[in-house]
């Protein structure tokens, strides 16, 4: 079942203990209309038809926010993929934004947008908690994890170039300070949300001094929390372990380089939703933080009204958290969850429904 504790990541406690420097908001609404601003980033291919429905339901919801729409179109200078500075100026203000799914061209030089943005704005945690949905049945039940990523460098870094013909070496970048704050991040997180054990996820047995360096991290700073248990585990036994028993992470919060991350966080995904299209997903820094769907941009459904929103509106819900607004969260949450749980009609195709973008939304609205 997926509460609203789930996406709420107990807020309240969280944002009362939080150091501000690892990701604590510290934006302030307009004194003249009570309002925050938000970016956001409406994204490619299907990313204006879901931003749209965010944008209905927030107004029908009378969420105090007002959306600054941001354009990441890249810009390419010395062969480095940048986004505009309108952008940057943007949300370095509002602290916050929202980010719908960016395209990226395959095999043709350039950076991911999505890592430029995590890049730019030092964006160093990635939060993707993974449940299972009350009323929508899927391969696994009572699914419950909590995975954080290091998203600034690892094989992530972009550090390759070519040896020799048919000869290419990639170094993967693994430092002691972006290890530590993500590894103290996660430390805070479990605290804050009530989970007595750290997992670090790893693959030390072969990297060495890589994954050795953020394994011995970890190690440090566990007497600063003596009442969470570290344990550490190698990224493929927690492959098998988490397809074979998912509850025994119920309790734990599981921290791991970029790498692992990523594909780990898309395996809990399955396990708990059978897809990307209801996970959210929070990307941290010390100032700025920016919540995304995790999904691709689905071009081949684009302007079909075909497109489901849940997994933007649930990141939603996740900044709505982390901006202190958590009574309008949950009403939205549970608006969500209680559409889904609705039956068929109620959801999208990827969904095995009949809704379209539009239904779906319109009927989120009737349960505010």
């Not at 009362?16 to 490619?44: L, M």
């Not at 919801?61 to 100026?89: K, R, S, Y």
């Not at 299209?277 to 700025?288: E, Y």
């Not at 009204?305 to 549970?334: Q, Y």
Request: charged share 20%; proline share 5%; glycine share 8%.
């Amino acid at each position: 079942m997926l509460g609203i504790r789930s996406f709420r990541l107990n807020a309240r406690r969280f944002l009362a203990t939080a150091q501000p420097s690892i990701g604590r908001f510290t934006g302030k609404p307009n004194p003249s209309t009570g309002k925050f601003t938000v970016s956001f980033i409406e994204g490619d291919g299907i990313g204006p038809e879901i931003s749209s429905s965010v944008k209905r339901i927030f107004q029908a919801a009378d969420v105090p926010v007002e959306w600054e729409t941001c354009d990441v179109t890249p810009i390419f200078v010395n062969g480095l993929t940048t986004i505009p500075d309108p952008a940057v100026q943007s949300i370095n203000k509002n602290l916050v934004a929202l980010k719908g799914p960016l395209a990226t061209p395959i095999g043709k030089g350039h950076r991911s947008l999505n890592l430029t943005l995590r890049k730019t704005f030092n964006l160093f945690a990635n939060v993707r908690p993974a449940k299972s949905i009350e009323g929508f049945k899927t391969t696994y039940e009572n699914v419950d994890l909590v995975l954080i990523r290091e998203n600034t460098e690892g094989e992530y870094s972009g550090i390759e170039h070519l040896v020799s013909p048919g000869v290419v070496q990639s170094i993967k970048l693994i430092t002691r300070d972006a290890s530590e704050r993500v590894i103290r991040y996660a430390y805070e997180y479990a605290r804050a949300i009530g989970r007595p054990r750290l997992i670090v996820v790893h693959k030390s047995t072969i990297q060495r001094l890589a994954d050795g360096l953020f394994v011995n991290v970890a190690k440090e700073l566990a007497a600063e929390y003596p009442d969470i248990q570290l344990e550490t585990e190698l990224i493929d036994n927690t492959c098998l372990n988490v397809v074979s028993n998912p509850s025994s992470y119920t309790d734990a919060v599981s921290v791991c380089p970029n790498l692992y991350g990523d594909i780990l966080s898309d395996l809990n995904s399955g396990l708990s939703a059978g897809s990307l299209g209801l996970t959210p997903s929070a990307n941290i820094g010390h100032k700025v933080s920016i919540f995304e769907a995790v999904h691709g941009s689905a071009p081949d459904i684009a302007g079909q009204n075909k497109a489901n929103p849940t997994a933007l509106l649930l990141s939603s819900v996740m900044m709505l958290n982390h901006m202190g607004m958590t009574e309008h969260a949950d009403r939205i949450e549970k608006a969500v969850l209680g559409t889904i749980a609705g039956g068929s009609e109620y959801r999208t195709g990827d969904l095995g429904g009949s809704a379209s973008t539009t239904s779906f939304t319109d009927a989120i609205i009737k349960k505010l």
